[in-house]
């Protein structure tokens, strides 16, 4: 199965409205309950080689922190939300009123923890619960897991399954922007990462079909 | 961790050096970091295997470094025709940096470890030295002028072995 050929730039735009439409959804959620206005990008689908995607967040050696959970339902997948420990630590400080915590400083009070997994569950379910509006597909998140760590360490786990099939992901990613701090370090993302098989299912469902090249 | 000339490989991928160079790879998690050298010859080669076993390909074509049964089959080659002759191996990686238990693909990395091993037994090559498991991500250099290979985490900073 080659991607490449069988897409065209159509197809990648209905991953991107997906993408549009669950970030959307996800950021108004995130603002909501941090009651902070959160800025959303405009969403981009890459095709990119393994090295690549690491390099979208800033390289396979840099450290961040993350919420990974798989996509179960009809389009399988997994989803990761990235973001610098300074700005995990921001979202932890709104969450918990806890003034002094900080990712860059271990260990890490439970309490934290818990609260960026609880963040990956309220994003990751309202990304989802749209996409699946959208597409009239059945999709639920796994039980989210947090890491703290290196992207590539971290990252690859979300290339195991499609790397039996590709050298290359096809990436959904939205960046969203905390208004009050601006700057690179402020930045997190979102990742989509499905399946080789389910992007099919995708737009089978939206109607599109993937044979005409 | 600072050299002039560092050879740096990437996910799935592998390379070799001569002294004065040194090799890093960056961010192993589930991945293995498979150093083979032959220090009389101050040859180094590394693999970033992300994958036991090549028979899970469902694609067409196999990228040869991506799996431990073809990438220290490819790796060896390539130190051969350099002109090393006496190996020894050092491995990073294999970490669980998730606890999922619904996955089998969240369990790679101890299969990795495992398929990584029978090959180098395989081929005859000891291991001198290993760091691998637990559940944190590993950046690996290998220096093949004396052997050495420093592991970096992000918690506990930079060791030797």
């Known amino acids: 199965m080659n991607l490449d050929n069988r897409f065209t730039s159509y197809h990648l735009d ?8 669950g970030a959307g959804n996800a950021a108004t959620a995130l603002s909501k309950l941090l009651q902070r206005k959160i800025d959303m990008k405009v969403p981009s689908v890459r095709v990119v080689d393994f090295d690549e995607v690491m390099d979208i967040v800033g390289g396979a050696d840099r450290m961040i922190v993350s919420v990974f959970l798989r996509v179960e339902g009809d389009a399988p997948g997994n989803m990761f ?3 610098s420990p ?10 918990t009123g806890d003034e002094a915590f900080d990712f860059n400083t271990p260990p890490y009070s439970e309490l934290a923890i818990s609260s960026v997994q609880e963040l990956g569950n309220i994003l990751s379910g309202s990304y ?47 960046t969203f922007v905390d208004d009050v701090a601006q700057g690179e370090e402020m930045k997190g993302h979102f990742f989509l990462l499905p399946d080789p098989p389910s992007f099919e299912t995708i737009f089978t469902s939206l109607g599109v079909p993937t044979d005409e090249t | 961790m600072k050299h002039d000339f560092v050879v740096k490989v990437g996910i799935a991928d592998l390379n070799i ?37 090549s028979s899970l390909a469902k694609g067409e074509h196999i990228k040869l470094a991506k799996y431990a049964d073809t990438a220290i089959p490819m790796l060896m080659e390539l130190l051969r025709k350099e002109g090393g002759k006496t190996f020894k191996a050092k491995l990073a990686g294999g970490a ?13 990395g101890p299969r990795n470890l495992e398929a990584v091993k029978k090959q180098l037994k395989d081929y005859g090559v000891p291991i001198a030295a290993e760091d691998c498991g637990g559940s944190n991500g590993r950046t690996i250099e290998f220096n093949p002028s004396n052997g050495a290979l420093q592991i970096r985490t ?8």
Request: overall charge negative; glycine content about 8%; charged content about 15%.
């Open chain 1, 14 to 21: 209905i991953l991107k409205e997906i993408g549009n439409i």
């Open chain 1, 81 to 83: 939300f990235i973001m």
């Open chain 2, 154 to 161: 992000v918690n506990k900073g930079v060791t030797e072995i």
């Open chain 2, 96 to 108: 669980q940096m998730f606890q999922f238990q619904s996955n089998d693909m969240m369990r790679i």
């Open chain 1, 86 to 95: 300074t700005q995990a630590s921001r979202f932890v400080r709104y969450m």
């Open chain 1, 128 to 174: 989802l619960s749209s996409m699946s509006d959208f597409t009239n597909l059945d999709l639920y998140p796994s039980v989210p897991s947090i890491a703290i760590d290196m992207v590539g360490a971290i990252l690859s786990y979300g290339l195991l399954e499609l790397s039996q099939v590709n050298d290359y992901a096809i990436v959904i990613d939205t």
């Open chain 2, 17 to 53: 050096v001569h002294d004065p160079a040194v090799i890093r790879t960056s961010g192993l998690g589930s991945c293995i970091g498979v150093v083979i050298y032959d220090l009389r010859a101050k040859l180094g080669g590394m693999a970033h295997v992300m994958l036991p076993d």
